[in-house]
């Protein structure tokens, strides 16, 4: 009865990551909504420190939408609107964020001149279960990469349409550094960004955003296919449960994502 018992115990700390010493495989782990963050949801719900508990590679914003994060080999970088990274702290909150512990599935070779859109046919070409989450990492020299950043909102909150009308936009050239990203399934939208998600950070930690556009030299795509997505919602003290989440937000993402 003891090692039975032993055993249930073992098993329910495993399917706690909190409880356990690494994070799930293969698990894709979101706090909050897309959606809930175009409706102008940017208190800030979980911590740098719970995050990792659940991934050592991600994306996501923090609290009042202050900048981009990326999060790569389990350290979590923040790139403000000066376009300056940053490392925030332990307690630092994110309203808004996706992680994974990253274990690659498929590695692709990239030696030609490649945008943005040869790098999505690549990996939809080497991946094509188009109904499973991925987890990429692309790391490699770049002749262009163009991003942006988005500066920290006030209360009462304006949806993230609005803001990023005014969002500071960086152009670097000649660039070494890692992409950091998601390609997300179709019916997934509302919750996430459904398609190509992409955060991008500079070799020297020096520069980074969320990534509009690019031209790769050369480098490597690595893919890591994941089959579970756990979704963490906020609680009760946030302005979650007052957003207005019933209609279509899809025109208002692709006005914030492009």
């Known amino acids: 009865m003891k090692r039975i018992l032993l055993y249930f115990m073992v098993a329910a700390c495993c399917l706690n990551p909190a409880g356990c010493a690494s994070a799930p495989q293969n698990t894709v782990t979101q706090f909050s909504t897309i959606d809930a963050l175009l409706a102008g949801v940017y208190e800030g719900q979980t911590t740098c420190s719970r995050l990792l508990e659940y991934g050592d590679f991600g994306i996501g914003t923090f609290d009042s939408l202050d900048g981009e994060?990326?999060?790569?080999?389990g350290k979590i970088y923040q790139v403000r609107a000066d376009g300056k990274v940053y490392r925030p702290s332990a307690d630092h909150t994110l309203p808004f964020a996706c992680a994974v512990a990253f274990r690659k599935d498929l590695s692709l070779p990239v030696s030609t001149d490649t945008d943005f859109g040869g790098m999505e046919r690549l990996v939809d070409r080497a991946a094509?279960?188009?109904?499973l989450f991925c987890a990429l990492r692309i790391e490699g020299h770049f002749a262009f990469m163009k991003v942006?950043?988005?500066?920290?909102?006030r209360k009462p909150y304006p949806p993230l349409t609005e803001v990023t009308k005014n969002q500071p936009v960086f152009e670097l050239e000649?660039?070494?550094?890692?992409?950091?990203?998601?390609?997300?399934?179709?019916f997934a939208?509302?919750?996430?960004?459904?398609?190509?998600?992409?955060?991008?950070?500079?070799?020297?930690?020096?520069?980074g955003g969320h990534v509009l556009d690019f031209s790769m030299m050369s480098g490597t795509v690595e893919v890591d296919l994941c089959n579970r997505f756990l979704l963490v919602l906020p609680g009760e003290e946030s302005s979650f449960g007052?957003?207005?989440?019933?209609?279509?937000?899809?025109?208002?993402?692709?006005?914030?994502?492009?």
């Open 174 to 186: 000649r660039i070494k550094g890692t992409i950091v990203g998601f390609r997300a399934p179709q």
């Open 189 to 207: 939208k509302a919750i996430t960004v459904p398609g190509y998600h992409l955060h991008f950070l500079s070799e020297d930690f020096q520069a």
């Open 148 to 153: 942006r950043s988005v500066p920290a909102q």
């Open 128 to 131: 094509p279960n188009m109904n």
């Open 69 to 73: 994060m990326i999060l790569l080999d």
């Open 242 to 258: 007052s957003a207005d989440l019933t209609r279509d937000r899809s025109a208002e993402l692709e006005k914030a994502e492009k």
